[in-house]
Structure formats: structure tokens, C-alpha cells
């Protein structure tokens, strides 16, 4: 119920300003040289051995616009409060460059109540509307034609639980996706690429395409926590995905009377084959022209809203090589004007 209100929370009014106190120094506004004292929510926390033998704490802090490293040298000092990972903390600190990305040296640290905080700041968020993206990805529910992918579909979508959480969850740890919503927002647009390629390529089962579409990453409802902690569940790590979502699918078809055993098999081959390579994680290779179909509709969406968010990170104006990325396998830059 909490994640519903968050949900609320968030979808209301415009995302970049909504709750932004005149004060509050977001992530993205940090630059070196800054002192702050600041809110965030504690992401991660680690404590390391430094080559002296004196304990330090390793920090990942958060709020809506990002991440940001943190480091606590004196750990034993009376301005460090005891504090763990997804506590929300008053850090204040210096911000430093290393290593080419910036960093906090934090000299005080202070527990804030979570109720004094507006989650909403904390939590990075889709810039679409929520609710109205829902709306248009069940759309495509009403167009189908055949009676059991469409019962299946129902099944999902039209389960009021399964809705909220839908809305509310991550498509990712991190690389692409990684905010609320985000998992809905790469749905709907796997959805619509699969749409287009329908209108392309009328050789395709369009029912069987949609269907696979949306529900192609439904696995991560238990591969990845739910916000705040965003991580990998001990069921994602032994399993994955793509393998929790095929047997979720194949549990609801075996609850619908007499569905297509051929179509259960083509479903769920597309699902199980949407990363398009074994190295790539899937466990088959994409067999059939909705299978394909698929995999570069996912690979497409992930690769541009990865570009995408790498490039919202550079520097306002910035025409310099951003490095290499690992899911683009490349070195990547804006490009000019």
C-alpha cells in the first residue's frame, strides 16, 4: 500500500519541480569544490580497511536526479551517528573529484526520520505519466483477437495487484530503466516497436507478438526489489527474468481451459528467447519471426534509453567523448547541432 501512495505521489504534477525546496541540493547540481549538508537517502553502505588498518565507511547516496559516492574517513568521529543502508541521512561534506567522477568526504552524519522526508525526491521517476502509459499499454488488450492470449493478457493486466505493482517497479538495477515506472514505460515501448513491426510485416502473428511484448520482462516484478532498495532478489540471482516470467506465464495458461498448447509453446518461446543470444542470457535463440521480432524491439528500447540517460548526465553543452559503455560496447558523444 505504501508503494501505491509513493506511486500517487510521484504521477502528480510536473516531476522535475514537484517537492523541490528552495534549499535542497539535488545530485545533479553538485560540482567540485561544494560544501553542502544535504538529505539523501543511504543507497549502500560498506565499511573497508584502509592499507594503515583504520576502518572507513563506503557510501552510495541517492536522491531522484542520481547517485553519489561518498566516503567517511573517521568512522569513530562523535559527529558520525550510527546509520544503515536505505536510512535517510544529513551528510555534510565536501565535494571532491577522483577518478574523474565527483565524490563526498563526509565529516558529520545525522539519522533523519523517514516520515520528515518526501520520498518522492528520493526516488528517480519516469518522466511520462504514469497512470496514462498504463492506459495506452492495455489499449492493445481490446485489439486482440484471439480468445486465449487475450484471457491470458486479462489475466495480468487486469489484476489490480499486478497493476500497482506493475506501475510502481524498475526494468533495472541500473543501465537502463532503473527508476519507478521504468519497467512500464520499456514495456510500452517494446510494445509499440512490435506494434510497428506488425504494420510492416503482416506475416506476423500480431496477438502472439503483443502478448510476448508485454509480458517479456514481467519477471523482474521478482527478479528485482521493490524502491528503495532496487536490488537483486535471491530468486533473480539463482534464476533471472527471463526464466521466472516463462514459468509465471506458463502457471496462468495452464489455469485457462483448453488453450492452444502450440500457442502456450510460442509464447513462451518468446519470451524465453528475448535477449536474441545465449551469451546475452536467453536460454534459446530466437526460432520464430515473433521471437526476433521481439528481441530487436527489447534491444532497440534498451540500448537507446541507455544513450539516452548517458547522455542527460553529461555536462550542459558538453560536445566531449562521454567513455566507453558497457551494454554499447562503444565510446559515445553528443551529437552536434
Known amino acids: 500500500m505504501r508503494d501505491v501512495m509513493l506511486q500517487q505521489q510521484i504521477s502528480l504534477g510536473d516531476n522535475n519541480e514537484r517537492g523541490r525546496g528552495e534549499s535542497m541540493r539535488y545530485i545533479d547540481t553538485l560540482r567540485e569544490g561544494d560544501r553542502i549538508s544535504e538529505v539523501y537517502l543511504c543507497r549502500q553502505k560498506q565499511t573497508f580497511m584502509t592499507k594503515a588498518g583504520k576502518p572507513y565507511d563506503s557510501l552510495v547516496l541517492q536522491d531522484k536526479t542520481g547517485t553519489l559516492d ?9 559527529g558520525i551517528e550510527n546509520f544503515d543502508a536505505l536510512d535517510y541521512i544529513l551528510v555534510m561534506g565536501d565535494v571532491i573529484s577522483f577518478q574523474g567522477n565527483l565524490q563526498l568526504n563526509i565529516k558529520r552524519v545525522q539519522k533523519v526520520n523517514s516520515q520528515d522526508v518526501n520520498s518522492a525526491d ?5 518522466q511520462n505519466d504514469i497512470p496514462q502509459m498504463y492506459k495506452q499499454l492495455t489499449d492493445y488488450i481490446g485489439e486482440m483477437k484471439h480468445p486465449h492470449i487475450k484471457q491470458l493478457t486479462e489475466s495480468f493486466f487486469m489484476d489490480k495487484e499486478f497493476a500497482e505493482r506493475f506501475q510502481f517497479h524498475s526494468a533495472a538495477k541500473s543501465v537502463h530503466h532503473g527508476f519507478v515506472g521504468g519497467l512500464l514505460e520499456h514495456t510500452l515501448h517494446v510494445t509499440q516497436i512490435c506494434d510497428f513491426f506488425c504494420k510492416l510485416y503482416p506475416m506476423l502473428n500480431r496477438d502472439l ?5 508485454m509480458l517479456h520482462d514481467m519477471g523482474k516484478l521478482k527478479e528485482i526489489s521493490r ?16 526464466v521466472i516470467g516463462a ?3 506458463q502457471k496462468h495458461i495452464e489455469a485457462i481451459p483448453d488453450f ?22 536467453s536460454p534459446k535463440k530466437p526460432a520464430l519471426a515473433e521471437a526476433i521480432a521481439l528481441s530487436f524491439a527489447d534491444n532497440s528500447d534498451a540500448k537507446l534509453e541507455t544513450i539516452k540517460e548517458a547522455l542527460g548526465s553529461a555536462p550542459e553543452g558538453s560536445m566531449e567523448w562521454l567513455g566507453y559503455n558497457r551494454l ?5 558523444r553528443k551529437t552536434s547541432k
Open 70 to 78: 561518498g566516503k567517511i574517513w573517521d568512522v569513530n568521529s562523535n
Open 122 to 126: 528520493y526516488l528517480p521517476v519516469s
Open 209 to 213: 507478438l503483443l502478448c510476448a511484448a
Open 227 to 242: 524502491f528503495p532498495a532496487n536490488d537483486y532478489t535471491d530468486e533473480g540471482q539463482l534464476l533471472g527474468h527471463i
Open 247 to 249: 514459468m509465471e506465464v
Open 260 to 281: 492452444p498448447e502450440r500457442t502456450a509453446s510460442e509464447l513462451i518461446h518468446c519470451i524465453l528467447a528475448h535477449h536474441g543470444e545465449l551469451e546475452y542470457g
Open 328 to 332: 554499447l560496447e562503444s565510446n559515445i
